[in-house]
T-cell receptor, first 113, second 116 residues
Framework: AQSVTQLDSHVSVSEGTPVLLRCNYSSSYSPSLFWYVQHPNKGLQLLLKYTSAATLVKGINGFEAEFKKSETSFHLTKPSAHMSDAAEYFCVVSDRSDYKLSFGAGTTVTVRA | NAGVTQTPKFQVLKTGQSMTLQCAQDMNHNSMYWYRQDPGMGLRLIYYSASEGTTDKGEVPNGYNVSRLNKREFSLRLESAAPSQTSVYFC???????????????FGQGTRLTVV
């Protein structure tokens, strides 16, 4: 079975400053890893995904994440936060043990003007 | 291209009432999922269907039943609703077993259920 731990429940940043959202995973197989974003009262949108190709993954809206197998981490970053980045972010893992998607508890991002 | 369609979007039930949440996908995906979302707990898997004709329990299956009617449709039933089932419910689909993992899951827009 696989699992995900998001290390921060809330992150607050000023507009224009970097954003870092931390995610650690556990998987017995080579995992696929995803970051999803959910804006208030909306559904989930894929930001980016890691699927055993390049370890540095670029996604939409300037986000990127780096897969580090030795640290079992998949942290999400953005160099410069925008007000529209205020949302909840979920790290998700899937692997070939059962193809289920396991979600982290989520990180809520607030952006200060 | 509709993707994953859930109905209804909102529902209020009285304790003890039953209802079925409907979900359909048009992407020919093998796997379908039902999740519930509660504040501070992320999305928790209720039930999962790896392929047509199979279903498996997730983390929080108590009080729910599911039916994988065909490859497109996966419904979630609450037989006797309880206030603890007040939540936002999401259906999702993915290519799943027999395919590469290199494709993400697609989610419906959610059903906001309140049990009073």
């Amino acid at each position: 079975a696989q699992s995900v731990t998001q290390l921060d429940s809330h992150v607050s940043v000023s507009e224009g400053t970097p954003v870092l959202l931390r995610c650690n995973y556990s998987s017995s197989y080579s995992p696929s890893l995803f970051w999803y974003v959910q804006h208030p009262n909306k559904g989930l949108q894929l930001l980016l995904k890691y699927t055993s190709a390049a370890t540095l993954v670029k996604g939409i809206n300037g986000f990127e994440a780096e897969f580090k197998k030795s640290e079992t981490s998949f942290h999400l970053t953005k160099p410069s936060a925008h007000m529209s980045d205020a949302a909840e972010y979920f790290c998700v893992v899937s692997d070939r043990s059962d193809y289920k998607l396991s979600f982290g508890a989520g990180t809520t991002v607030t952006v200060r003007a | 291209n509709a993707g994953v369609t859930q109905t209804p979007k909102f529902q209020v039930l009285k304790t003890g009432q039953s209802m079925t949440l409907q979900c359909a996908q048009d992407m020919n995906h093998n796997s379908m999922y039902w999740y519930r979302q509660d504040p501070g707990m992320g999305l928790r898997l209720i039930y999962y269907s790896a392929s047509e004709g199979t279903t498996d329990k997730g983390e929080v299956p108590n009080g729910y039943n599911v039916s994988r009617l065909n490859k497109r449709e996966f419904s979630l039933r609450l037989e006797s609703a309880a206030p603890s089932q007040t939540s936002v419910y999401f259906c999702a689909s993915s290519p799943g077993q027999g395919s590469s993992l290199d494709t993400e899951a697609f989610f419906g827009q959610g059903t906001r259920l309140t049990v009073v």
